[in-house]
């Protein structure tokens, strides 16, 4: 144990403060720079496991239209090398932030760090793996409901993310009301997995955390490379990409390495319902067995990994690649994720659910979407 705790202060590092940065003549700005908008900053202190001997801290922002009690809240879970940028995107923000479309539905919102990123704790990136992410969501959520009476409470993640909140919603169904997926379907790309290997780089040597981060475990992508990995690019702002590329966070290997377990069955034991939003050009889970231009095919292959009790509802965008919330369409999507959670949960702060999925009973149902 005291080699442990050694080897703990030795690789750990607090947050690395990480300013949005800006293509040329481009303007940023974020949710709390929103007209209306009541942003605080949180830091929440969590273990990795129960009873975990070391404390870390998540930063994360808390933010509202008016006071947050009595709003439904949005827990929003980015994916791996992406911290809060992801949902809230600080470039034309009014297109394709999330957290400020989800504001102006009356919902409150939690953007955040995970740790091993950005302005969060960095603990030896080996101890990182999608189950202790997930219990490190549950502590989020405790420690929010314990400062605010929130109606309802709803993840949302992307990519790594979702598995994040598959994971959590497993484990902890009490705690939430419902889980949104983005960026994630039952199969994997062989062509994604030969990408990441020449396309990632060792953060504490290249990239922009060269020489702050020490831990060798830590992976940051390549320059240059997200266009042709996350993105279609014929339905794309340039700029959205490079401001993508300018603000690239880490991820820890064993994150990914862990990631795998939840491709599988387990989703059959989800008892909350589920939105899937996918896009039909998603790199990272569409390809070898899955061909998800083929939108029933799709649909019909991820209803096999639900139950009934999750009320499954699906849509595959048109000509939109796995960072959905960054594409030209991200409005329609933000509408149909925000239209979800006020069926299925509850408006933001208005009535409960208009459409509430059943404890079981109802075969799962999902509907087939393109946007242009």
């Known amino acids: ?65 008016g006071p947050p009690d009595g709003q439904v809240l949005q827990v929003l879970v980015s994916g791996a090398g992406y911290g809060t940028v992801y949902w809230d995107f600080p470039y034309q923000p009014d297109t394709y932030s999330y957290t400020r479309a989800a504001l102006r539905a009356g919902y409150a919102t939690f953007n955040f760090y995970r740790l091993g990123m950005g302005e969060s704790d960095h603990p030896p990136g080996l101890l990182l793996n999608v189950d202790n992410q997930a219990y ?14 929130f109606s309802a409470v709803v993840t949302v993640g992307h990519s790594f993310g979702s598995v994040i909140a598959i994971a959590h919603a497993l484990r902890q169904p009490e705690q939430v009301a419902g889980i949104v997926l983005t960026g994630f379907a039952h199969n994997t790309n062989p062509g994604f997995i030969t990408a990441m290997r020449t396309g990632v780089d060792l953060a504490a040597i290249k990239g922009p955390f060269a020489g702050r ?24 702002d340039p700029a959205v990409i490079e401001t993508d590329e300018r603000n690239r966070q880490t991820t820890a290997i064993a994150e990914v390495i862990s990631a795998s377990k939840y491709f599988g069955p387990q989703t059959r034991d989800l008892r909350v319902p589920v939105f899937l939003l996918l896009g039909e050009d998603d790199f990272v889970v569409c390809g070898g067995e899955l061909d998800c231009r ?61 459409a509430p999925c059943p404890a079981s009973g109802l075969a799962a149902q999902a509907s087939e979407g393109s946007l242009p």
């Not at 020490?214 to 390549?222: A, F, G, H, K, M």
């Not at 919330?325 to 149909?336: E, G, K, T």
Request: with cysteine; proline share 5%; aromatic share 6%.
């Open 1 to 65: 144990m005291i080699a442990l705790a050694l080897l703990i202060g030795y690789l750990k590092s607090g947050g690395l403060t990480t300013p949005l940065q800006a293509a040329p003549e481009a303007r940023l700005a974020t949710a709390a720079e929103m007209t209306g908008a009541n942003c605080q900053r949180q830091v929440i202190p969590v273990t990795l496991s129960p009873g975990g001997w070391f404390r870390f801290d998540v930063v994360g922002q808390l933010c509202s239209m």
């Open 294 to 354: 083929d939108h029933a095919a799709t649909i019909a292959h991820e209803q096999t990994y639900f139950s009934p009790a999750t009320c499954l509802e699906m849509v595959v965008l048109d000509d939109t690649g796995h960072d959905s919330a960054l594409h030209l369409n991200a409005p329609q999507s933000f509408a149909l994720m925000l239209d979800w959670v006020t069926r299925r949960v509850g408006a933001g702060e208005g009535p409960g659910p208009s």
């Open 136 to 149: 490190v969501l549950g502590q989020i959520i405790t420690a929010l409901r314990a400062a605010h009476d």
């Open 213 to 236: 981060i020490v831990d060798p475990t830590y992976l940051v992508s390549r320059a240059d490379t997200r266009g042709a990995t996350f993105y279609t690019r014929s339905n794309a």
